[in-house]
C-alpha cells in the first residue's frame, strides 16, 4: 500500500489524476467528430450516395456538442482538456473559452449550410473526388484551431485546415482552378512557414509552447526577450492569413475559381481563422506588444478597408465582388484590434460572427443566381425581381447587412467599433469604417441594381428547375442575420464576454493550471 | 526500368520491406521507430512493385484503394484515442492492457492502435501519390 502510495504521488507530478466526466469530452467532440467523419467518408469514396448524409449527421452532430460547448462555456468558464492526461506545459491542451467556442460554433453552422447547399452543387464527380471528405477534414482543422490552446497546436490545425483547403480549391482541375490554386497554395504556405519560424522562436525564447503558459510568462521575459519582434511575425503571418492589406493579394487571385460552395465557405470561415489567431496571440500573449503596434494595425486596418472594398467597385464577376467585400470586412475586424478596448474587440468578435454568416450568404446567393441565368457576370445577369422576387428579397436583406444599415446584423458591431474608435481617440478610424459602409454600399448597390433590378433585355434564359435547396440554405442564412439586427443584446453580450476573456487572461490561464503548480 | 533483374527481385525487395516496415512498427514504443517511418518504408516498397511490374499490379496487390487505407487508419487513429472516454481520462490517454497468447503475455495499448492508424495513413497517402505519379510517367 505504501509503495502504491508514492508512486501516486510521483504520477502526480505528471499526470492528470482528475477523473475526466464524459461531460467534459464537449471540448475535444467538434474535432474528433469530423475526423473520424472524414475518415469514414474518405473510406467510402465511391459510395457518393452516402457522401452527403453521412456529412450533414456528422456536422449536425458537431453543431450540437458545439453548442453544448457553448452553454457549458459561458456558464462554468473555460473547459480545459488535456490530451493524455500529461499535465498541462507538457500535454497538449484544448482550452475553450467564450471566444473560441462561439467563433466554432458559427462556423459549424456555416458548414453546415454549405454541406446542405453542396447536395445540389456538387455532383457524383465531384463527391468521387472527395469533397465531403475534404469538408469534413477542413472543419476538424477548423474547429481545433479555434480550441486548441497551444499555440504549436494551433499551427496543426492550420495546416490541416490549409491541406483539405487546396483540395476542396483544386476540385475538379479546371485551368483557372489550377491556377488559383497555385496561387492560394503559395502565398498560404508563405504564411504558414512564417508561423512556425515565429512559433520556434518563441520556444526558444520561453521554453513552453502551452498558450496560457506563454499568457503568464510574457511579463518575466519582457528584458529579455524579443518580445516585440514576436508579437509584429504573428501580425504578419496570420495578417496573411486573414487577407490583411498589404499580404491580401492571394484572396481576390484565388476566391473566385472554385464551386460556389467551397468560396462561401472559404469567404465565410477561413479568413476568420487568421482573425482570431491575432486576437488569441496579440491581445491575450502580448498585449503591451500590441499596444506598441496598434498604429500600424490601424493604418492597415483602414487600408485593407478601403482598398478592398475599392476592389469590390471595379469588378463586374460577382465572386471577384464578393472577394473584395471579404477583404474589407477584414479590415473593420482589423480596426477593434488595433483599438484593442473591451469595446473594440467586442465589436471585433460581434463582426467575426456577422461577417462568417452573410459572406457565406452572399456567395450561396451568388451561386443560387448562376443556378437560375448561368451566369456570374453583371454585365448579364438582370430582371431577378420581375422573374425571381425571393432572390430579391435575399439580396436586400444580404446587401444591407454587409453594409452595415439596419435592419440587419452588421450595423451593431459597426456602431460598437465606431464608438470605440471615436472614444479611443480615433476619428479618422471611425470615419474609415463609416466611409466603407457608404463604399460597400455603392459596390453591393450596384449589384443590386444591375443583376436584380435592371430589366432584362432579351428573353433571358432562366433555368426551369427551382433552386430550392438553395432557398433553404439562404433563409438558414438569413434568419439569424434579421433576428440579430432586430435584438442583438444576446450576441453583444457573448461578444463582450468574449472580449473580457481574452483581455484578462487570468480565468483562461486559471483554468488550465488550477493550482498555480509548475512554475 | 523493366529489366529482368529488377522484375525479378522486386517482388521479394517488396515483401522484405513490409516485414521490415511492420518490425520497425512495433519497435517504435521504446525504440527508434514507429508508425511514420514505418509507413514510409512500406510506401517504398510499393512504389518499388508499382516501378517493377506496373501500376495496375500494384494496385491489384494492395487490394484496396490506398485512399481507403489512409481513410481506416485515420479511423482507427481516431478512435483509439476515444477509447479512454469509458475510464474517466481524456482524449488519446493511452490504456494498456495485456492478453495471453499462447502462453506468453502480449501488453497492447491503444498507442498501439493509434501508431498502427498512422502508419496506414501514411502508406495510403504516400502508396496513393506515388502510383499516380507512376501512372502519368508511362502514358
Given amino acids: 500500500m505504501a509503495q502504491n502510495a508514492a508512486e501516486a504521488a510521483d504520477l502526480a507530478h505528471a499526470l492528470v489524476l482528475a477523473p475526466t466526466s464524459a461531460a467534459d469530452w464537449v471540448v475535444v467532440a467538434p474535432v474528433a467528430i469530423p475526423i473520424v467523419a472524414g475518415a469514414l467518408l474518405m473510406m467510402l469514396r465511391h459510395e457518393t450516395r452516402w457522401h452527403a448524409g453521412l456529412a450533414?449527421?456528422?456536422l449536425l452532430a458537431t453543431f450540437l456538442s458545439n453548442v453544448l460547448l457553448l452553454h457549458r462555456v459561458l456558464t462554468d468558464g473555460p473547459l480545459v482538456m488535456t490530451m493524455g492526461r500529461w499535465l498541462p506545459p507538457f500535454g497538449i491542451s484544448f482550452a475553450a473559452d467564450v471566444l473560441g467556442a462561439s467563433l466554432a460554433l458559427v462556423a459549424t453552422l456555416v458548414a453546415l449550410v454549405g454541406a446542405v447547399y453542396a447536395i445540389a452543387d456538387i455532383g457524383t464527380v465531384g463527391r468521387r473526388y472527395g469533397f465531403y471528405p475534404f469538408l469534413m477534414l477542413m472543419m476538424a482543422g477548423v474547429g481545433g484551431a479555434f480550441l486548441t490552446g497551444d499555440i504549436f497546436n494551433l499551427y496543426v490545425w492550420f495546416e490541416v485546415f490549409l491541406i483539405s483547403s487546396f483540395g476542396l480549391l483544386v476540385l475538379g482541375s479546371e485551368h483557372p482552378q489550377l491556377d488559383g490554386t497555385t496561387k492560394y497554395a503559395i502565398l498560404n504556405l508563405i504564411g504558414t512557414t512564417l508561423f512556425l519560424i515565429t512559433v520556434s522562436l518563441l520556444y526558444g525564447a520561453f521554453g513552453t509552447l502551452n498558450m496560457a503558459d506563454i499568457a503568464r510568462k510574457a511579463g518575466n521575459f519582457r528584458e529579455t526577450a524579443p518580445l516585440t519582434t514576436l508579437a509584429a511575425l504573428f501580425l504578419l503571418a496570420f495578417g496573411m492569413k486573414a487577407a490583411a492589406f498589404p499580404v491580401n493579394f492571394w484572396l481576390p487571385a484565388s476566391y473566385h475559381t472554385p464551386r460556389i460552395v467551397t468560396a462561401a465557405l472559404f469567404g465565410g470561415v477561413l479568413t476568420k481563422v487568421g482573425v482570431y489567431a491575432?486576437?488569441?496571440?496579440?491581445?491575450?500573449?502580448?498585449?503591451?506588444?500590441?499596444?506598441?503596434?496598434?498604429?500600424?494595425?490601424?493604418?492597415?486596418?483602414?487600408?485593407?478597408?478601403?482598398?478592398?472594398?475599392?476592389?469590390?467597385?471595379?469588378?463586374?464577376?460577382?465572386?471577384?465582388?464578393?472577394?473584395?467585400?471579404?477583404?474589407?470586412?477584414?479590415?473593420?475586424?482589423?480596426?477593434?484590434?488595433?483599438?484593442?478596448?473591451?469595446?473594440?474587440?467586442?465589436?471585433?468578435?460581434?463582426?467575426?460572427?456577422?461577417?462568417?454568416?452573410?459572406?457565406?450568404?452572399?456567395?450561396?446567393?451568388?451561386?443560387?443566381?448562376?443556378?437560375?441565368?448561368?451566369?456570374?457576370?453583371?454585365?448579364?445577369?438582370?430582371?431577378?425581381?420581375?422573374?425571381?422576387?425571393?432572390?430579391?428579397?435575399?439580396?436586400?436583406?444580404?446587401?444591407?447587412?454587409?453594409?452595415?444599415?439596419?435592419?440587419?446584423?452588421?450595423?451593431?458591431?459597426?456602431?460598437?467599433?465606431?464608438?470605440?474608435?471615436?472614444?479611443?481617440?480615433?476619428?479618422w478610424l471611425a470615419f474609415a469604417i463609416l466611409a466603407t459602409g457608404l463604399l460597400t454600399t455603392l459596390a453591393l448597390g450596384r449589384m443590386f441594381l444591375l443583376a436584380i433590378w435592371r430589366m432584362p433585355s432579351g428573353p433571358a434564359p432562366v433555368s426551369a428547375i427551382s433552386p430550392r435547396l438553395g432557398y433553404i440554405a439562404l433563409g438558414v442564412l438569413a434568419l439569424p442575420v434579421l433576428l440579430i439586427g432586430l435584438y442583438p443584446e444576446p450576441v453583444i453580450a457573448v461578444a463582450e464576454r468574449a472580449a473580457a476573456g481574452i483581455l484578462d487572461s487570468s480565468t483562461y490561464i486559471g483554468s488550465v493550471f488550477p493550482e498555480g503548480a509548475v512554475q | 526500368m523493366s529489366t529482368l533483374i529488377f522484375r525479378t527481385t522486386a517482388p521479394y525487395l517488396t515483401s522484405l520491406m513490409i516485414l521490415f516496415s511492420l518490425f520497425v512498427l512495433l519497435r517504435g514504443h521504446n525504440d527508434p521507430g514507429g508508425g511514420f517511418i514505418g509507413g514510409l518504408i512500406a510506401a517504398s516498397a510499393f512504389a518499388i512493385y508499382g516501378i517493377a511490374c506496373g501500376v495496375p499490379a500494384a494496385r491489384r496487390a494492395l487490394y484496396f484503394h490506398p485512399m481507403a487505407i489512409s481513410g481506416f487508419g485515420l479511423l482507427l487513429a481516431g478512435l483509439s484515442g476515444v477509447v479512454s472516454l469509458f475510464l474517466e481520462v481524456p482524449f488519446l490517454t493511452g490504456i494498456w492492457t495485456s492478453i495471453n497468447v499462447l502462453g506468453i503475455s502480449v501488453d497492447i495499448s491503444t498507442v498501439l492502435g493509434f501508431d498502427t492508424g498512422v502508419y496506414l495513413v501514411v502508406v495510403g497517402s504516400i502508396t496513393s501519390i506515388a502510383l499516380a505519379l507512376e501512372e502519368r510517367g508511362h502514358p
Fill in chain 1, 56 to 58: 450533414i449527421g456528422a
Fill in chain 1, 278 to 427: 491575432l486576437l488569441r496571440t496579440l491581445v491575450m500573449l502580448f498585449p503591451l506588444e500590441r499596444d506598441m503596434l496598434s498604429c500600424l494595425i490601424a493604418w492597415g486596418a483602414a487600408a485593407t478597408m478601403i482598398i478592398g472594398i475599392m476592389g469590390a467597385l471595379a469588378q463586374t464577376d460577382i465572386r471577384r465582388v464578393l472577394g473584395f467585400v471579404v477583404i474589407s470586412g477584414v479590415g473593420v475586424m482589423l480596426a477593434g484590434l488595433a483599438l484593442g478596448t473591451a469595446e473594440g474587440l467586442s465589436g471585433t468578435i460581434f463582426y467575426a460572427f456577422h461577417s462568417m454568416i452573410v459572406m457565406t450568404a452572399l456567395y450561396l446567393l451568388a451561386g443560387v443566381m448562376n443556378g437560375l441565368a448561368g451566369d456570374y457576370s453583371l454585365r448579364s445577369l438582370s430582371g431577378f425581381y420581375a422573374s425571381h422576387p425571393l432572390v430579391a428579397a435575399f439580396a436586400l436583406l444580404l446587401m444591407l447587412a454587409a453594409a452595415g444599415l439596419p435592419p440587419a446584423s452588421g450595423l451593431w458591431p459597426k456602431v460598437l467599433l465606431v464608438r470605440a474608435a471615436i472614444d479611443t481617440g480615433w476619428p
